[in-house]
């Protein structure tokens, strides 16, 4: 963890190196201190393994943390209060040069203050017995780190004494409401914790009372992406490969498959490594006037708690803050305190507005405004020139969005809600690689062609008004991989320049469909597809079933309207998940022998109509999963009763 942490400041401060116009006497500060670091860094990893069973490693290893995130601080504060400066460069006054000079004076003694701790520091190493990688054992942490690795499968059942710990956690955990919660079990390194954990993670009740469990095991070396790939894999049966999913769609994949579920996620090592973290005041439903005994040296959330819904966010981070409301008296207090801010989380939140200090928050990477109820975005959001992640969806009622958002030149992720109206700027982000929720009116504005990053696109809105321009522009994006299409006010255009797409894996279409592409017309790469009031009749189906490289089909409401659908001989060739999701006129299901050779997970959910399973269902043996949820109760009784013997054979079935 210190060794990530020296490793991330070591690049800021290169960073700030490039950006950043040092007098000589600074950057030469800048680069001692960065020598200093990296020196420094070569102990770290013995450091980090040690330092769970040696309180006195601990502490060293504490210590250099501190340094690295001081000296982020102190570069982060310089290039606050200089910013301001510098924007007077053509009525520059004498005392706004006094003012630079006294602030690059301040640096340069902070930068050598930092370089003088991080010299005791290490001048202190022989007295914790830390070595430099290389001397003594070559894999010493190695086999540390493979030692202290757990696993839930790997139960000490002999051990003896954890009975009545056992028993208390495990009831508090039955007892819990549906809302979200965190248990921790802390201690000194061998007590016992991780055993106590594996314990309660198998205990009978706790596997009936939770039954989506996830382990997870966190390194020292671990990341976010490498956790979501875990959860993933024990909670659900993906059919992507997860190796080839962004982040974003690795944290949908997670929420979809935990949504309206109880789960159980224990995590051991990286949530008490989070002690070790120098600022991390934990809040639950605080008030906001709290903060006001902590540092201003916010850095970033871990953890923001909207008590009012179901869904809940955390990010991983220094800091856990939750909030109930936010009027504008306190974002003016978060603007004017928490100047060095990271993430500000918002969603949920009843704002009204968004006050216009909320330019002043220039470290901004990710502000997220999603169902926030704001009608309005101040023009001074476009001094957000860090911000990466702007999140504004489900903002119904948000009339005004200002062509600023241009200026956000580090921009990835752009989440808006469907606004119409307004010039709005956007084809000049270059790192753009998420829009989603942008207006088709707003699309054809900009030159889609300049936006060579953007990977995922959903679009809404009138698409048979200029159709030809708007699939061209659309087969400009060469990287897309992803494309979600809203019909409104009218039923799609011919979707033949779909097939031009070429990096295209996931096709999401919602609306009226006059005419399906032809086999050739569609997406060559075509893994993923998804139908919603599309109306398609059963002529549909058999193109459909013959795409060469689909793994994955939703039918969702109203996309079919016929009461018969059926799959021909060796149909979708390649599909292994498959589902049906509010099928309103279906009722019946027709599957011809050796249709669906790969399948291995049927989801129905809420056909209504639908009175059974296929007898082919029995010749399907790649099917290891069957999910019916919402169904009626005489097609549950029927599955389980009399149609017994055509699914029998499927190893899981799941009643939901």
Not at 5 to 33: C, G, M, P, W, Y
Not at 134 to 163: F, V
Not at 170 to 193: F, H, N, P, T
Not at 602 to 618: G, S, T
């Amino acid at each position: 963890m210190a060794e990530a942490a020296v490793s991330f400041v070591i690049q800021r401060l290169a960073d700030s190196l490039d950006k950043l116009e040092f007098h000589t006497d600074v950057r030469r500060e800048v680069e001692r201190l960065q020598d200093e670091l990296r020196r420094m860094r070569c102990f770290l990893r013995d450091a980090d393994a040690k330092q769970d069973v040696d309180e006195r490693v601990c502490n060293w290893v504490s210590d250099i943390r501190n340094v690295a995130y001081d000296a982020e601080d102190l570069i982060d504060t310089f290039t606050l209060k200089i910013s301001p400066l510098k924007k007077k460069h053509f009525i520059r006054k004498y005392t706004s040069l006094v003012k630079e000079w006294k602030q690059r004076s301040k640096i340069a003694e902070g930068l050598a203050a930092l370089r003088s701790r991080l010299q005791d520091i290490s001048a202190s190493r022989d007295t914790y017995g830390i070595q430099n990688i290389g001397e003594g054992t070559p894999t010493a942490s190695e086999t540390m780190r493979k030692l202290r690795r757990s696993s839930p499968r790997s139960e000490e059942r002999d051990i003896i004494g954890l009975e009545n710990d056992t028993a208390k956690l495990v009831e508090q955990l039955i007892q819990m409401g549906d809302r979200w919660r965190a248990v921790s079990i802390v201690g000194m390194g061998g007590i016992g914790k991780t055993t106590l954990g594996i314990k309660i993670y198998n205990h009978g009740a706790i596997r009936a009372r939770f039954p989506s469990r996830a382990w997870i095991y966190v390194s020292q070396e671990f990341s976010a992406r490498h956790i979501l790939q875990r959860v993933i894999r024990q909670i659900a049966s993906p059919r992507e490969r997860l190796e080839a999913l962004t982040d974003e769609e690795l944290e949908d994949l997670v929420y979809e498959n935990l949504r309206r579920k109880r789960y159980l996620i224990p995590g051991d090592e990286n949530f008490t490594s989070l002690a070790r973290c120098r600022r991390h005041p934990i809040y639950s439903d605080s008030h906001l006037s709290s903060l006001g005994f902590f540092s201003p040296h916010l850095r970033s959330l871990l953890f923001f708690r909207v008590v009012t819904r179901v869904r809940y966010r955390y990010f991983i981070g220094r800091n856990v803050y939750g909030f109930c409301e936010l009027s504008n008296a306190n974002f003016d207090y978060i603007s004017r305190n928490f100047r060095l801010l990271r993430i500000l989380e918002l969603e949920g939140i009843s704002c009204g507005r968004i006050p216009s200090t909320i330019g002043d928050l220039i470290h901004l990477s990710y502000l997220g405004l999603k169902e926030t109820n704001i009608q309005v975005l101040p023009s001074t959001l476009g001094s957000l020139c860090n911000l990466q992640t702007l999140d504004i969806a489900r903002n119904l009622h948000l009339r005004i969005v200002p062509n600023v958002i241009w200026n956000m030149r580090n921009l990835r992720h752009l989440y808006m809600c469907g606004q119409s109206g307004g010039f709005l700027r956007i084809d000049n982000l270059k790192h753009l690689q998420t829009l989603s929720g942008i207006d088709v009116s707003r699309w054809k504005q900009n030159n889609s062609a300049h936006l060579t990053s953007l990977r995922k696109l959903k679009m809404r809105g009138n698409l048979s008004l200029d159709t030809i321009a708007i699939f061209d522009s659309i087969s400009a994006l060469l990287q897309l991989r992803s494309l979600y299409l809203r019909a409104e006010g009218a039923e799609f255009p011919t979707l033949s320049q779909l097939g031009s797409l070429h990096s295209l894996v996931k096709l999401h279409l919602k609306g009226g469909i006059t005419r399906l592409p032809s086999l050739q017309e569609f997406p060559p790469n075509l893994s993923q597809l998804t139908l919603e009031y599309t109306h398609l009749e059963q002529v549909s189906i058999e193109v459909l079933e013959k795409l060469p490289k689909l793994s994955i089909f939703r039918l969702k409401a109203k996309s079919y309207s016929k009461e018969e659908l059926g799959i021909s001989a060796n149909g979708f060739p390649q599909l292994e998940f498959l589902e049906f999701n509010s099928l309103e006129s279906l009722t019946e299901l027709k599957i011809e022998a050796s249709a669906l050779p790969r399948l291995e997970i049927f989801q129905i959910v809420n056909c209504k109509e639908l009175r059974m399973l296929p007898a082919e269902m029995k010749l399907m043996t790649s099917l290891h999963e069957l999910v019916v949820q919402d169904m009626p109760r005489f097609f549950v009784h029927r599955l389980q009763g009399v149609d017994l013997q055509k699914v029998q054979h499927i190893p899981l079935i799941r009643y939901m």
